[in-house]
């Protein structure tokens, strides 16, 4: 058997992996804020994705944006509701209430968008390119590009700029921050904002690549936690190559074991990892 | 001398015990007053609470006035806009942050009443910095961490500054020097509150000195006035020949 279509689908995989990760990973390490409806703000971004394009004709390109808008709009209003908690930085609770959050988009999703599979009509899904014996399609690049470019352009701003310093000094210490006169509770909101607007970008671009159901959010935060942990809770760099690692992992594994057991496989994986080097993979 | 903050009846409790128990005390503008007391008398509780802040989960209640407006009530980050600027005790910079991100997060307010700061004017004032600007403030010295946070906090153009246990950590012949440069501080217009463990030295420096005893202030005069009384003589200054 050929390894190189797998190690291709693999990084394609784990872009989309290494994608919807970037988010929470943002949320964990400058909010320590987790969101358990971040798989749900995924779904619903493919879902907006789809509508826009089959109810309302907007072409795929400008569905994606809209997509993104709906959700951070979505994002925002979770984040003020859940303020108080935030500030107490209430894990449980939070945990709780994001889950709650979920189950409530789950299933307004579900009553509006109806419980049928249903394909985002993107021009990239169709178009076939090859690599040597690997198949490949134009979409599974756009994922590829998506994360690096969002991988990229988190890590400029975290490091190279006031937002960045802003946001790493809440991070660290969000008592003391208030004494260089940040407010924490705005860093809190735009963090989260932000982390909702990317899962819905993650959702606009990864999900033409199969069917999508109202349902789909649970198994992707499921997928999400497990990149943000092994790349060490809120290393940027950690969750990018955890993410496309895991992609490659489950694509082979899937090929070479069975499909059938790659998300255990996934997580015998996060199981040893955690057991040797509780941090996960970061190094600092 | 017409007062910059005034503080009155000022009262703080951690869940049932009581940390401060009704305290009034005033900064003049241009003045240097430090505050004394043993530990847990409620000095670190007092400069926290003129500041609105708490590491823990205090409440307060009494007048805290800057310049006559009313800031009880105010948040932390909304007081720092307002003039009042702390330096905490014991971890008062972002350790993962370098120097120069440490200074460039507080940018002085457009309207600054204060002295506005630029970076090099810190590196003015603090002249080992410069040397240090991209090392990660974790791997400082307790000295230069204090000269960042010290500097993080002129940045922020205060009309008071607020610096609690500036000395921690830093060798005894050191303490003398941090308090001239806080004196130097206060002779270019800046009010300075002080909470300091070594009270022999803050009496050379400072214009005025409370003396804080279990939440309550016990005595406060001048810096001459409080270098004999005999509780400081008896408790800080090696009994009353000190």
């Given amino acids: 058997m050929n390894v190189v279509p797998q190690l291709v689908n693999g990084v394609a995989l784990g872009a989309g992996y290494a994608l919807l990760a970037v988010g929470w990973t943002v949320l964990l390490s400058a909010a320590r804020l987790v969101n358990f409806a971040h798989g749900q703000l995924y779904m619903l971004g493919a879902f907006v994705t789809w509508f826009a394009i089959s109810s309302l004709g907007v072409p795929y390109l400008a569905a994606i944006p809209i997509a993104v808008v709906v959700v951070a709009v979505i994002g925002l209003v979770m984040q003020l509701l859940m303020t108080r908690l935030v500030l107490q930085q209430n894990i449980v609770s939070l945990m709780l209430v994001t889950l709650a959050f979920g189950y409530l988009i789950e299933g307004g999703a579900a009553s509006i968008f109806g419980g049928n599979p249903e394909i985002i009509d993107s021009p990239f899904r169709g178009h076939n390119l090859t690599l040597g014996s690997a198949r490949f399609t134009e979409q599974d690049v756009l994922i590829l590009v998506a994360a690096l470019v969002m991988y990229a352009g988190t890590f400029l701003v975290l490091t190279r700029t006031k937002v960045g310093r802003v946001v790493r000094g809440v991070a660290e210490d969000p008592k003391l921050a208030q004494l260089y006169g940040i407010n924490a509770a705005k860093v809190y909101v735009g963090v989260f904002v932000f982390a909702a607007a990317s899962a819905a970008l993650a959702g606009a671009v990864i999900a033409p690549r199969s069917p999508i159901l109202t349902s789909i959010g649970f198994q992707e935060v499921i997928i999400t936690f497990l990149v943000v942990v092994l790349g060490g809770i809120g290393s940027i760099i950690g969750s990018l190559v955890v993410g496309l690692g895991l992609g490659i992992f489950v694509a082979l594994f899937g090929a070479f074991a069975s499909p059938a057991y790659s998300t255990a496989a996934a997580f015998a994986v996060l199981l040893v990892v955690l057991v040797l080097r509780p941090e996960g993979f970061k190094t600092r | ?242």
């Fill in chain 2, 1 to 242: 001398m017409s007062a910059l903050l005034e503080v009155s009846d000022l009262r703080v409790r951690y869940g049932h015990s009581t940390a401060l128990d009704g305290v009034d005390l005033t900064v003049g503008e241009g003045e240097l007053v430090a505050v004394a007391g043993a530990n847990g008398a409620g000095k670190s509780t007092l400069v926290n609470a003129v500041a609105g802040w708490s590491r823990g989960r205090a409440t307060a209640t009494g007048a805290v006035r800057l310049d006559g407006r009313e800031l009880a009530g105010m948040a932390p980050h909304r007081r720092t806009k307002h003039g009042i600027v702390l330096v905490p005790e014991g971890k008062g910079v972002f350790e993962q942050l370098t120097v120069e991100d440490n200074l460039r997060l507080v940018q002085p307010p457009k309207n600054a009443v204060g002295k506005r700061y630029e970076i090099e004017d810190i590196y003015e004032v603090f002249p080992q910095l410069p040397d240090r600007s991209s090392a990660r403030c974790s791997t400082l010295s307790g000295g230069e961490r204090q000269m960042v946070a010290v500097g993080r906090a002129l940045r922020a153009a205060p009309r008071l500054l607020i610096l609690d246990e500036p000395s921690v950590g830093l060798a005894p012949r050191l303490v003398l020097t941090v308090l001239r440069h806080v004196r130097d501080l206060v002779r270019g217009g800046l009010s300075v509150l002080l909470v300091e463990q070594n009270v022999k030295a803050t009496l050379e420096v400072a214009d005025r000195l409370y003396l804080l005893e279990r939440g309550r202030v016990a005595g406060s005069g001048t810096a001459s006035e409080m270098r004999g009384d005999e509780r400081i003589a008896a408790a800080y200054l090696g009994g009353l020949t000190g």
